[in-house]
């Protein structure tokens, strides 16, 4: 556990990491008639995605407290921001509902991997105090929820690609 409270360039990346998970979030919404017009998918077929996504997001969950104790945080958030970028890749590049779902399967492994590190490092970095910092944390996922149907906003009005 570290002792003393961590460099602003951590703690500003840790407050941008909870940031960008609540807009990919919550951006995915405002975009699904995109979506469902680009691949030729009813409400039902789209709709699949969410659970997909939650499921992933539980496996991680489970397992990310072991896979801090065997390999640390480090590797964690690694392991996370990679399978995060490779979820909106597979999602952007999709021709098919399959391609999607595996997209949002790994978006959620990818967010639920970075939940749990990002937290446990906010809280390992706060000997005192760690409801705020936590509560602090948090703060910024709700931001990035209200920014994500912004984006998708910016993203329509603009007439660009949904998988932009």
Known sequence: MLTQP????????????????????SVVGPL???????LK??????????????????????VSGTVIHI???RKLLTVGGGLLIAGLVTAAFSASLWGLAVGFFLIGNGIGLFDVGISTLCLDSHPSGKGKALNRLHSFSGAGLVAGPLLAFAVEQLAADWRW
């Open 6 to 25: 961590l460099p602003f360039r951590l703690v500003f990346l840790q407050y941008l990491g909870f940031f960008s998970v609540g807009m990919i979030l």
């Open 32 to 38: 699904i008639p995109f979506v469902m017009t680009d």
């Open 41 to 62: 998918l009813s409400y039902g077929e789209v709709g699949i995605i969410f659970p997909i996504q939650a499921g992933g997001a539980l496996i991680a969950f489970f």
């Open 71 to 73: 390999f640390g945080k």
